[in-house]
């Protein structure tokens, strides 16, 4: 069954991260939906008249500047809400005025205030809706590899860590803030280290020390003037993972014997290289959406994953009160 879909928000992750790459990148919504063969883009919505006019003449379909205008001629089954994180509890009420969509994909952070994403997850259950937010690395590859080397204990618990991100801990650090609490289980408790620097006017960078289930990582915020910079690094019993650029490159290094000295033993300098499919990871998105809506087992953040991920960023500014 093939499901129409409506995006609303046509901008870097809605449609221009990859509306000027060649070759295989599948980095936007746009893109994702017009090339799974499940789903079928009916419309954009953008208050922006210079996005609609490059999402329309990219995708030849019609690009609308209110979500009425788009919902008056489509009855979509999906819908994507990719606008600015403070606008989606809005956003879903009109939504909601003119349609009860089969599920709803919606933008990390689940929205900036908590209260505003309790009403959503709230909203969506009481309607039957599916909700899930976009945190993408969940349904990559490569991640999930590593989810299945953890359950059986070949990467042993428990696990130290240490993660570096940039450009907000709501924006950037709660996608590995998210990953970890599916690789590594609930978040227990977390520690200010330092409060460090507030991204965009609105996002603070907290370094900060979290403790899940089967392990510890400390998170770091470093500036982005110089470039962006997203990696986790996991050591344990059995060896060291290394997560680097943003996921893109996935290594696992064993403890191996020592090749000089008797009864030691180090990180083999032949690591296992786990691929990952990063420059698709909005495709691999959809296909796990797909799987949802057939009733298969599905690997995506559901809302209520993200209110976890955002409750436990809240708690930081808590230390202030």
């Not at 997850?121 to 993408?136: A, D, E, G, S, T």
């Not at 993972?241 to 020592?258: A, K, M």
């Amino acid at each position: 069954m093939v499901r129409d879909c409506i995006l609303i928000g046509l901008g870097q992750i809605g449609m221009g991260y990859d509306l000027e790459l060649e070759g295989e990148f599948i980095l936007t919504h746009a893109k994702a939906i017009s090339q799974h063969q499940k789903f079928n883009l009916v419309a954009g919505v953008d208050p922006s008249e210079k996005l609609r006019k490059k999402f329309s003449a990219k995708y030849k379909v019609p690009a609308l500047k209110t979500i009425k205008e788009a919902f008056i001629s489509n009855d979509a089954s999906v819908i994507i809400i990719a606008t600015p994180s403070n606008t989606h509890g809005k956003i879903l009420d009109i939504v909601l005025k003119y349609q009860n969509p089969e599920l709803i994909l919606c933008e990390k952070p689940l929205d900036y205030d908590l209260d505003e994403a309790n009403k959503i997850l709230k909203k969506c259950h009481q309607r039957n809706i599916l909700l899930f937010v976009n945190y993408m690395r969940r349904s990559d590859i490569g991640a999930l590899k590593v989810k299945r080397l953890i359950n059986e204990s070949i990467i042993e618990t428990p696990l130290k860590g240490f993660v570096w991100y940039t450009k907000g801990l709501m924006n950037n650090g709660s996608h590995f803030l998210n990953l970890l609490e599916y690789w590594l289980g609930p978040i227990n408790k977390m520690n200010v280290l330092s409060e460090g620097h507030l991204w965009n006017q609105a996002d603070q960078e907290y370094d900060f020390l979290a403790r899940f289930d089967l392990g510890e990582v400390i998170f770091c915020a470093c500036s982005e003037q110089s470039a962006t910079y997203n990696s986790l690094e996991l050591i344990g019993p059995s060896g060291r993972l290394s997560y680097s650029n943003g996921g893109e490159q996935i290594s696992w290094h064993p403890i191996v014997p020592d090749p000089v000295l008797k009864d030691e033993f180090r990180l083999s300098t032949e690591p296992t290289i786990i691929p990952s499919s990063m420059n698709q990871y909005q495709y691999n998105v959809y296909q796990e959406i797909a799987n949802a809506l057939d009733g298969i087992d599905y690997n995506l953040s559901s809302g209520r994953d993200a209110l976890s991920t955002l409750k436990h960023i809240h708690s930081l500014g808590e230390h202030d009160e």
